[in-house]
């Protein structure tokens, strides 16, 4: 159980701590700021203008990627019009703050792989997005971030706790929960015993804080997206248990964006199998759509040996579009920012001295972001 998976975790970074203290709630930075610029409007004229916090503001104007990316060219454009610029001479002075402040050591967290594969967070880039954001939000807090798997051989639930609290680890970030939202059994120690966030799913044995993206909206605003390109008969393909993990949500926000379809042109779901093309094939010649939702990149292989253009004949959406996807159309969960919600939310149980299973479970959950593809077309 001594090693560890993700080495780089044991770093402790020596950056400075970039959190909610930004340079409009720094007395020293706003003293800075009224001397050195007084005409430009203030951060709170800004963010009155733009129906926001100051704290907004200050991580839009910076281009932080906590924002997404719409709030932030919004508030960018409301501080143009504003007629405000960035002090070059303030900004390289707060920078030399900022590298003057050193984040102290608080604790060390864990993240715990509950799937049946030692490397399951290493082999789907979801999931690779997912730790980024984790270490990288722990490493700001000051928090160490040690892995474990939960099937580790011959480590029973007794031995394990015993380890987390040698390390003195104060938390718990579970990942790779596959089996329809219920952790291994056995290891209610373990639950009961740490703060606990499980991250992307749901769990309902035992029902855990999460941290996730909304799939739900993601699948909605992806066939509202695709229905205002001018797509009329759109179908989801999408594995059945890769949906039901997640509560069925992105079939259920598909459902929706179709309803406003007429009965002939809302489609069935196509159950994905990835060693069944022929499958796909038959629903695809059966249903005809226009433009297809999945989160399997396989369609556009099957497609291409269908002789079917994308897209041409057929458009082609990912609901989780992410950068190795070149060319895509898509959805944009930000799954490192799922990571630092998770981390967020262990923090704020250890503040709050909080453990075990919570009676009435919270969720964060990331909204994705629309993304220009050359795999969809404007029709008509």
Known sequence: MMAVTFPQMRLRDKSPLLNSSHLSDDPASSAITRQMAPNRPTLQDIATAAGVGKATVSLALRNDIRLRPETRARIQQVAEKMGYHANATVSALMAQLRASRTVKYQATLGLINASDERDWLKNFSTFRSWVTGALRRATQLGYGLDDFW??????????????????????????????????????DEIWTRFPCVVVGVRTSEPALHRATNDQFATA?????????????RPGLVIEAKVDANIDHRFSAGFGVGQSTLPGARRLPVCDFDRAKPEVFEEWYK????????????????????????????????????TAEMEGWAGMNQSNDLVGVAAID?????????????????????????????ETVRRIG
């Not at 759509?289 to 082609?316: N, Q, R, S």
């Open 150 to 187: 939960l099937r580790e051989p011959g480590i029973a639930p007794g031995r394990l706790a015993s380890i987390l609290e040698s390390r003195s680890i104060r938390g718990l970030v579970i990942a790779g929960v596959v089996d329809h939202g219920r952790l291994v059994s056995g290891f």
């Open 220 to 232: 909605l605003q992806a066939a509202e997206r695709v229905l205002a390109l001018g797509y009329r």
């Open 286 to 321: 059966k249903h005809r759509p226009d433009v297809i939702l999945c989160v399997h990149e396989e369609l556009k292989a099957w497609l291409a040996a269908m002789k079917v253009h994308v897209p041409g004949d057929v458009g082609l959406v990912h609901l989780d579009r």
């Open 345 to 373: 939310m262990i923090v704020g149980q250890i503040h709050r001295n909080e453990s075990g299973v919570p009676d009435f479970p919270r969720s964060m959950m990331i909204e994705s972001a629309w993304m220009d593809g």
